[in-house]
């Protein structure tokens, strides 16, 4: 019972190289989410998909890009890394409407130097 | 202002305090409301969600109050292992959850 996994579990990468980070599901799950957290700002988020091919903006989406061609898989990818990505990032899944419960992923430390 | 703002404490109590969080949120059109748990360095997981009428789950009520966009978290008789930060999530539509930076929770024995 894998659940929802994310990797890598954490990452060093440096300013300006594209980062990749890998978040699967073993619910099929329509809805998955990407948040970042940082300290003083709670949860944001920053992409969600209602389904494969279907991908919407949250709160703090600018510098990152997502994809979902399977209805398990939805990597996020940061274009242009900055300083400003450092964070840890959690993949959330969920069945239906808000009402359920989103299930996080273990999160993912990235620090771009 | 924050869409949903709390308290980040840190709060010390001891074993067997009772402890309230308060939560307050600024979209009067918000949906859904609920608390979520967070362990040092680990994902959040869902506490409970939180209605209209007021909710209890064992030593936890959470209640609500749409007219002063506010939320409460009430735990009893405190427990080492409720040490944790304490998100406080508000659903707006189409799975839009904004949360709180969270309130810090330390029981000491």
């Known amino acids: 019972d894998a659940g929802i996994t994310q990797s890598p579990r954490y990452k060093i990468t440096e300013t300006g190289r594209q980062v990749t980070l890998m978040c699967h599901q073993t619910?099929?799950?329509?809805?998955m989410f990407w948040y970042r957290q940082d300290l003083g700002h709670g949860l944001r988020l920053i992409y969600y998909?209602?389904?494969?091919?279907?991908?919407d903006k949250g709160e703090v989406p600018d510098g990152y890009v997502v994809s979902r061609s399977k209805t398990e898989n939805f990597p996020l990818t940061l274009e242009s890394a900055t300083r400003s990505q450092t964070s840890v990032y959690f993949c959330?899944?969920?069945?239906?409407?808000?009402?359920?419960?989103?299930?996080f992923g273990p999160g993912t430390r990235l620090t771009v130097l | 202002r924050k869409e949903v703002e709390q308290d980040p404490g840190p709060f010390n109590v001891p074993e067997g305090a009772t402890v309230a969080f308060n939560c307050t949120y600024s979209?009067?059109?918000?949906?859904?409301f609920f608390w979520y748990r967070q362990d040092c360095r680990k994902e959040p997981k869902l506490l409970m969600s939180?209605?209209?009428s007021g909710n209890e789950d064992g030593r936890f009520t959470a209640q609500l109050n749409r007219a002063s966009q506010y939320i409460s978290l009430l735990i009893r008789d405190s427990k080492l292992s409720d040490s944790a930060t304490y998100l406080c999530?508000?659903?707006?539509?189409?799975?839009?959850?904004?949360f709180g930076a969270g309130t810090r929770l330390t029981v000491k024995p």
């Open positions: 998909s209602a389904a494969a091919d279907i991908t």
């Open positions: 959330a899944s969920i069945q239906g409407t808000g009402t359920d419960t989103q299930y």
């Open positions: 939180v209605y209209s």
């Open positions: 619910w099929s799950h329509s809805y």
């Open positions: 979209n009067s059109a918000s949906q859904s």
């Open positions: 999530v508000v659903l707006y539509n189409n799975n839009d959850m904004r």
